[in-house]
């Protein structure tokens, strides 16, 4: 059994920045790609960022592209998500995951195992 720990999360003002951590039980987290998604109030859950097994490879969504990075550290079994220059509209919940195979998806179906969440609060 896989159990995903974020943390991280809290209120920050617009333009500041936050850095989510996601710890990972298991000796495999190496072999498998990770992903951050978030969901806003009222709203579906959404792809945010995508990495690789190794670390090599990573994709966006639109709506961060510059501002978020994702990252990892195979032997600390953590990803992260370093996010800078927030906007109120990144408000939501964001959730780690991890995915099925080594390389990644930008959908949730990709994915199998999900974390509990993090909230995120940006004021204007």
């Known amino acids: 059994q896989v159990q995903l720990v974020e943390s991280g999360g809290g209120l920050v003002q617009a333009g500041g920045s936050l850095r989510l951590s996601c710890a990972a039980s298991?000796?495999?987290?190496?072999?498998?790609?990770m992903g951050w998604f978030r969901q806003a109030p009222g709203k579906e859950r959404e792809f945010t960022a995508t990495?690789?097994?190794?670390?090599?490879?990573?994709s966006y969504a639109d709506s961060v592209k510059g501002r978020f990075t994702i990252s990892r550290d195979n032997a600390k079994n953590t990803v992260y998500l370093q996010m800078n220059s927030l906007k109120p509209e990144d408000t939501a919940v964001y959730y780690c995951a991890r995915g099925s195979a080594s390389y990644y998806y930008t959908g949730a179906a990709g994915y199998d195992y999900w974390g509990q969440g993090t909230q995120v609060t940006v004021s204007s």
């Open positions: 990495i690789n097994w190794s670390g090599s490879s990573t």
């Open positions: 298991g000796r495999t987290f190496s072999s498998y790609a």
